[in-house]
């Protein structure tokens, strides 16, 4: 929740403590930037926006 820092102390502890989340987390986050950030998808917007197909 917002502003809860004490729920934030919490998720952080649950991560320290629990090493097979926290991997699952982080390879599941670099899954996520490669499709996100994929060059290939990237340049192709590039390209949209300079052509005035896509927009911002």
């Known amino acids: 929740p917002v502003k809860d820092s004490f729920a934030l102390s919490e998720?952080?502890?649950?991560?320290?403590?629990?090493?097979?989340?926290?991997?699952?987390?982080?390879?599941e986050?670099?899954?996520?930037?490669?499709?996100?950030?994929d060059i290939s998808l990237v340049i192709s917007?590039?390209?949209e926006i300079y052509d005035g197909k896509g927009s911002l």
């Open 29 to 37: 986050g670099r899954k996520l930037a490669e499709r996100v950030f």
């Open 45 to 47: 917007k590039h390209l």
């Open 11 to 27: 998720a952080i502890q649950d991560l320290i403590s629990n090493s097979e989340k926290r991997n699952n987390m982080a390879n």
